[in-house]
């Protein structure tokens, strides 16, 4: 089984900025896409931003131009650069991964447990 951690939440006031990391371990034998989602309360989990093994990023509109998601293929990690923090921003942030693992081949996403931002002055 592959695990997910994530490190780096906490609070922080508008206009703040914090970095979020994650990182695989277990059976891994490649990793596809990895992703950042995020959960505010009363609200479904929506994709914040993703980067695949080779390729662009992609990240939703209320962040772009503020949030960077960059990842180490070798190390299995992910992390993302949230600059000019909003109140809105506030929300469980989730790490993704697209995986294949030993010894099946097959492909799974995993889920990290989650890190909490809250973003208030």
């Known amino acids: 089984q592959v695990q997910l951690v994530e490190s780096g939440g906490g609070s922080v006031q508008p206009g703040g900025s914090l970095r979020l990391s994650c990182a695989a371990s277990g059976r891994i034998l490649t990793i596809r896409v990895m992703s950042w989602y995020r959960q505010a309360p009363g609200k479904q989990r929506e994709l914040v931003a993703t980067?695949?093994?080779?390729?662009?990023?992609n990240y939703a509109d209320s962040v772009k131009g503020r949030f960077t998601i960059s990842r180490d293929n070798a190390k299995n990690t992910v992390n993302l650069q949230m600059n000019s923090l909003k109140p809105e921003d506030t929300a469980v942030y989730y790490c993704?991964?697209?995986?294949?693992?030993?010894?099946?081949?097959?492909?799974?996403?995993?889920w990290g447990q989650g890190t909490p931002v809250t973003v208030s002055s």
């Open positions: 993704n991964a697209d995986v294949q693992e030993r010894p099946s081949y097959s492909w799974f996403q995993r």
């Open positions: 980067i695949p093994r080779v390729g662009s990023t």
